[in-house]
């Protein structure tokens, strides 16, 4: 039996930049992988793809503001999977040269130093001092009637995918960042979209001011709240499905239906059997990402802490650091600090601490803003709506912030900062943020409190 000292099961950002800082460190390591390639779902069907149709869209968008500019969906399609297959080729080029192995299998833990992979050629079994389990989630699919005539994201994103023509009538069952994202792309490009949300509100799980301050900025769309989907059914070429209360139903005629309700994460075979602790919504691990047996570790959307990529390769270094250090934490993951980026047009970013965060843990805050219709950047990129919004507690230590609008993927990243080294807001004020970028509103807004 091959021994080495760790083994990953997965491959993707929860795994690989363990291995290589492990790899570095003189540790032998094998990754095991169901596609058996470097990446995981973010760019198979995930954050990469999506973002490639959706900044293509908002590019578009930009030029509107000149001549009606439409450009082809397949054509974008196209310009998808070029990126995707740039960064497989240069994931591949990494591997090689990190000197890392991938088995392309399944795997199955047997005990808490031996994993089982099962090959197209048979079954192998392999011995390692730690073990990292990175396997990610999956599309989740409720079990309701008529839920396989449903796209989901992967039918959209996935590397050669075959919708290359959008549909002129569309219904997204989930009012989340993968329904919501979705939707504005597709309103911008011409379809009828009509969201269908559950709960009573789209966006459930965050902050609500910050929320109410996006929904009027999204393109048209039809949003059906506190609407549980009863059934999709095929009439000819039109689907309906018909939604919500048992003594209310209503329904809608589309050409398409999206399926965007969720991830669900992906359990190796053995947890059980091994007893490592676990729920529908992960693997129950402490912030050093150790499972209840401590040289297993769960790292990314497996354990359900903070299932996003980036958030996941911060966990996996985690896993590496207390793996070095001999299974003793020395390093822990921060949640908080960790920032979130919703990639409608326009956008929606936040981080940290926001009101009702706050308000629920008695925690007293301030708050500062910028309006974005001020912003230089903003003008230029005709975008003039949104704002910038920084939440301190009273000593104005800042514990977080949201920004809506332009280029708010990108200036969330330093309020993430902020939160994370325990800054002050006179930290911002002082910054000499460069002219003309959206980042200037970070010192306009803390200069308005210190």
């Known amino acids: ?80 999977d070029e990126v995707q297959n740039i960064r497989y080729k240069q994931h591949d080029e990494e591997l090689k040269e990190a000197g890392l192995t991938i088995i392309k299998g399944t795997a199955r833990l047997i005990d808490e130093n031996t994993v089982e992979v099962k090959t197209d050629t048979g079954s192998t079994r392999y011995r390692a001092r730690s073990i990292i389990i990175a396997s990610g989630s999956d599309t989740f699919v409720p079990k309701i009637p008529g839920s396989d005539l449903a796209w989901t994201s992967a039918d959209l994103y996935k590397l050669n995918a075959k919708i290359r023509k959008l549909p002129r009538s569309i ?26 949300e559950m709960l009573e509100r ?3 799980n965050m902050d609500r001011s910050m929320v109410d301050k996006l929904l009027p900025l999204l393109p048209e ?16 070429d039109v689907y309906r499905v018909n939604f919500g209360q048992a003594d209310d139903i209503k329904y809608v005629d589309v050409d398409a239906v999206l399926m965007a309700v969720g991830r669900v994460p992906v359990f190796p075979e053995g947890i059980e059997d091994l007893g490592i602790e676990h729920d529908r919504h992960g ?47 020395t390093d822990y993951f921060d949640p908080l600090s960790v920032p979130f980026t919703v990639y409608t047009i326009p956008q929606m970013a936040y981080v940290g601490i926001l ?40 000593r104005m230590k800042i514990i977080g912030g949201y920004v809506i609008g332009n280029d708010a993927g990108n200036v969330i990243n330093e309020i993430a900062l902020a939160v994370s080294k325990g800054l002050s807001l006179r930290d911002l004020a002082e910054m000499a943020h460069q002219h003309p970028m959206t980042f200037e509103g970070l010192d306009s807004a803390a200069r308005k409190l210190y």
């Open 283 to 329: 693997i129950k691990v402490n912030m050093a990402m150790q499972t209840n047996i401590k040289n297993i570790y769960a790292t990314g959307d497996v354990n359900g802490i903070t299932p996003l990529f980036h958030a996941a390769k911060r966990q996996s270094l985690v896993a590496a650091n207390n793996i070095m250090a001999n299974n003793v934490p």
């Open 202 to 204: 789209v966006f459930s």
């Open 171 to 196: 219904a997204i069952i989930g009012g989340g960042y993968i329904g919501m994202e979705t939707a504005s792309f597709m309103s911008l490009m011409g379809v009828k979209v009509t969201v269908i």
């Open 1 to 80: 039996m091959e021994e080495y000292d760790v083994i990953t099961i997965g491959a993707g950002g929860a795994a690989y930049p363990a291995a290589f800082r492990l790899k570095r460190s003189g540790y032998s390591v094998l990754m095991i992988d169901k596609k058996g390639v470097m990446s995981g779902n973010c760019l198979a069907e995930g954050c990469v793809p999506s973002k490639a149709v959706i900044e293509t869209v908002h590019t578009m968008t930009k030029m509107r503001h000149f001549e009606n500019v439409y450009i082809d969906y397949g054509k974008i399609v196209d310009h998808k």
């Open 221 to 236: 769309m039809n949003i059906k709240t506190s609407s549980p989907v009863q059934s999709i059914e095929k009439h000819g």
């Open 355 to 394: 009101p009702s965060q706050a308000e629920k843990m008695g925690i007293e805050y301030m708050e500062a803003d910028y309006q974005i219709e001020k912003d230089s950047m903003a003008q230029i990129n005709n975008e003039m709506y949104g704002e910038i919004r920084i939440f301190t507690d009273k």
